[in-house]
């Protein structure tokens, strides 16, 4: 998505590293998404948009969200009509409304962040931001 996507959206990951500037660095280099990464040592973001699982995305169109979920029904999701981030991505894009998709696609099934459980590791989460 970041490379389809990238003239029109401002892709962010949001990490939660507890301020740990090399676990931020280690995960740069290791991914090298190409995208700004933010550290958000105490979950002030993810409570925020109300995230407090991964995989999750949050889209937000002007002062708004417009979507909230996984990126697709599973880990390994093949099914493009599952993949609910890109569809949901490609809806604000072309101005539509957000797609109404079944409850899998906010049923979090990944790890709690650590400012939900009081861990203390490295755990991301990413925003897409469309407009002003």
């Given at each position: 998505?970041?490379?389809?996507?990238?003239?029109?959206?401002?892709?962010?990951?949001?990490?939660?590293?507890?301020?740990?500037q090399e676990k931020i660095k280690t995960f740069k280099?290791?991914?090298?998404?190409?995208?700004?990464?933010?550290?958000?040592?105490?979950?002030?973001?993810?409570?925020?948009?109300?995230?407090?699982?991964?995989?999750?995305?949050?889209?937000?169109?002007?002062?708004?969200?417009?979507?909230?979920?996984?990126?697709?029904?599973?880990?390994?999701?093949?099914?493009?009509?599952?993949?609910?981030?890109?569809?949901?991505?490609?809806?604000?894009?072309?101005?539509?409304?957000?797609?109404?998709?079944?409850?899998?696609?906010?049923?979090?099934?990944?790890?709690?962040?650590?400012?939900?459980?009081?861990?203390?590791?490295?755990t991301l989460f990413s925003f897409f931001n469309y407009?002003?």
């Open positions: 998505m970041v490379r389809r996507y990238s003239g029109d959206i401002e892709f962010i990951a949001v990490l939660q590293a507890d301020g740990d280099d290791k991914y090298d998404l190409g995208i700004r990464v933010i550290d958000d040592p105490d979950g002030k973001i993810a409570d925020l948009l109300g995230v407090y699982s991964t995989p999750q995305a949050v889209l937000i169109k002007g002062d708004r969200v417009f979507y909230k979920g996984n990126y697709n029904r599973a880990r390994f999701c093949i099914s493009r009509n599952t993949k609910f981030a890109e569809i949901a991505l490609t809806a604000l894009i072309n101005d539509e409304p957000p797609p109404e998709f079944p409850s899998v696609a906010f049923t979090a099934y990944g790890c709690e962040l650590p400012s939900n459980t009081e861990q203390s590791d490295l407009g002003n």
